[in-house]
């Protein structure tokens, strides 16, 4: 999954973004995409190896090496399931915990409030589609696909340090921050064409929203708005490379990494 960093040339409005209310608990939630090692850990710590189809109480879901998962609940909202990653699932609070790994997520409009947390920070999604990454040593970051977010200090999405994240913003944090970063900018058209979650898989719900996200920020940029900065950061990670014209460069990390801006905004 390549990203690129075009800079903002023009200052954007800060909005405000209402919180909206909890919605019913997530129902009916299966297990509709597996390949290779994945494993559920339902209350009790009984751990059950999924071979196909399955139903998902609460509980957390583990994939191993090169392996990957789709979970679908009767709402329409969907989390897909990098290798390597390990997430909590809890439906009465709609609310998933992101220990380890990557996920995508998709949460309709109309469902209610949606919580991802990661490493101390909140994300609150409806009518939302956002990529999550987390190396807890290492860094935590968050992708919008589309929609706004609200990502927010601490286990609440009332916070007092909070950022909003738009569709083709990304932010970095540290692993233990005490306060969110600026959002830079990424090309949503490259995350579009690479993006592991979206290749890898089949075609999303809101997959026609995401392609007009995407269309809005070519239009953008065709206006002066985003100049290209030829950076990009190759799959998983923050290392910020110069990109390469060669097919093959794309399945490097180099680079140096990308520091979390030090300023919160909210």
């Known amino acids: 999954m390549a990203i690129h960093f075009p800079i903002v040339a023009v200052c954007s409005l800060v ?27 339902e209350p009790g710590n009984r751990s059950v190896v999924v071979r196909g189809e399955a139903v998902l109480r609460d509980g957390a879901i583990q994939t191993g090496a090169e392996s990957k998962a789709q979970v679908s609940f009767r709402d329409r909202t969907l989390v897909r399931i990098g290798d390597n990653t390990q997430v909590g699932f809890e439906s009465k609070s709609r609310s998933f915990e992101l220990t380890a ?12 409030r949606t919580t991802i947390r990661v490493r ?17 040593k290492a860094y935590t970051k968050f992708i919008a696909l589309d929609g706004t977010s609200r990502l927010c200090m601490g286990h609440s999405p009332w916070g007092q340090d909070c950022v909003l994240l738009r569709a083709g913003q990304m932010l970095i944090a540290s692993p233990d921050p005490k306060s969110l970063p600026d959002a830079v900018d990424v090309d949503l058209n490259r995350m579009l064409e690479t993006c592991q979650f979206i290749t890898e898989f089949p075609e999303l ?22 100049a290209e900065t030829n950076l990009v950061i190759f799959g998983r990670g923050t290392l910020v490379s110069q990109r390469s014209p060669s097919p093959a460069a794309g399945k490097e990390n180099r680079g140096s990494p990308a520091p979390p801006a030090s300023s919160p905004k909210e």
Request: aromatic fraction near 2%.
């Open 15 to 41: 909005g405000l973004l209402a919180v909206v209310g909890q919605g019913a608990p997530l129902q009916d939630g299966r297990i509709s995409e597996v390949a290779r090692d994945v494993r559920v850990t």
């Open 101 to 112: 790994g990557a996920i995508l997520t998709e949460v309709p409009s109309g469902v209610g």
């Open 120 to 136: 101390g920070i909140t994300a609150t999604a409806t009518g939302t589609t956002l990529v999550i990454e987390c190396l807890p």
């Open 205 to 226: 719900p809101a997959h026609d929203r995401l392609v007009q996200a995407a269309t809005a920020q070519r239009n953008r940029k065709s206006h002066g708005k985003f």
